[in-house]
């Protein structure tokens, strides 16, 4: 345990990413402010953070919604740093694209003006994806942070690239351009803001659903066909080095601008043979079965910027498989 440090606020603190980054937080000594948004149907669970080491000293728990960006400024007033973690997600695809991009745009805007109005916060650092990075038609082994998702190819790939899943298309646009647009609105204003740019987080999970990002890269242990053929490849992360590399950033007096946080990459080829020869108590299907399945290939992320910044992972494929299957047996999904 560190010294005190903080206050900083966390927004979407009870999902997969906020709540490891909450716990790490506090292992580090932060004071951390954190908030989930209110349902008036039934009140969201929130014991699995106020139970975390530290939570009853340093954990502060407020309602918010990005549909209502002023209810942020309560737990940003006052704070050195504010990650802005939360996103509106809508993979039943229940909205218009444009409609959950602009709540997505409006509320992350929202939240740097609170930034801004608390004349404290230092530091912003918004948690993007690597969908934000890898969808624009370019044909490249590898991709860095100069390149972007192109929305119009997305608009006009979104059935090929993912199937009846459009909800995907959604997301990948909102994060595309509320990303452009947290950056813009940073160098606009003088405001420090930095963005991460995870691959798909695996690892253990303290909330109590199943992250999409975990489900999706134990498709072939889940037995879930549907989404064997998601990508061809797939750039992975552990959930605790996406966790410290935001602190990281958080800390960092040097950074600037994005960086990418993936670790490892498996080919549709290799998953089933790592998996099989890991995991011997599950079906997995054989490579040759795979053979006629197709799907997007995603090129080699590059985290060269952040690991040339000073940033080192400690978790390999081993561990981000290892850590959660064991997480998703404890809690019953397996």
């Excluded at 709540?103 to 004349?119: D, E, F, V, Y």
């Excluded at 100069?146 to 979104?158: E, G, H, M, R």
């Excluded at 303290?206 to 490849?233: E, H, W």
């Excluded at 080919?267 to 997007?296: C, V, W």
Aim: glycine share 8%; with cysteine.
């Amino acid at each position: 345990m560190e010294g005190d440090k903080g206050p900083v606020c966390v927004t979407g603190g009870t999902g997969f990413i906020g709540s490891s980054l909450i716990k790490r937080l506090l292992d580090r000594g932060y004071y951390v402010r954190t908030t989930v948004r209110s349902n008036a149907e039934q009140k969201k669970d929130t014991s699995f953070l106020t139970s975390l080491p530290g939570a009853s000293e340093k954990l502060q728990i407020f309602n918010a919604d990005l549909s209502d960006p002023e209810s942020f400024n309560a737990p940003i007033e006052g704070c050195i740093g504010v990650f802005h973690v939360a996103t509106p997600v809508d993979l039943q695809d229940r909205e218009p694209e444009e409609i959950v991009t602009k709540r997505a745009i409006s509320g992350a805007l929202g939240i740097l003006q609170a930034c801004l109005n608390s004349k404290t916060v230092k530091r912003v650092v918004y948690t993007s994806s690597a969908s934000a990075v890898v969808f624009n038609g370019v044909e490249a082994d590898e991709m860095d942070e100069s390149f972007w998702s192109d929305v119009d190819f997305l608009k006009v790939k979104a059935l090929k690239l993912f199937g009846s899943n459009s909800g995907s298309g959604s997301y990948t646009i909102s994060k595309t351009l509320t990303e452009k647009a947290v950056l813009e609105f940073g160098e606009k204003h003088g405001l420090d803001v930095v963005t991460i740019i995870p691959s798909f987080v695996v690892g253990p999970f303290i909330c109590p659903k199943l992250p999409g990002s975990v489900r999706s890269t134990l498709a072939m242990v889940f037995g879930d066909k549907d989404q064997y053929g998601t990508f061809i490849n797939i750039c992975m992360v552990h959930v605790d080095d996406v966790a410290r590399a935001h602190i990281f950033l958080l800390e960092s007096s040097t950074a600037k601008g994005r960086y990418i946080c993936s670790s490892d990459l498996l080919t549709n080829e290799q998953m089933p043979e790592f998996l099989s020869a890991r995991y011997p108590e599950f079906q997995i299907p054989t490579p040759d079965s795979l053979k006629e399945i197709g799907g997007y290939k995603i090129p080699s992320l590059s985290s060269k910027k952040l690991l040339d910044s000073g940033f080192e992972y400690k978790y390999g494929l081993n561990e981000m498989f290892d850590e959660a299957i064991q997480c998703c047996k404890e809690k019953g999904f397996l």
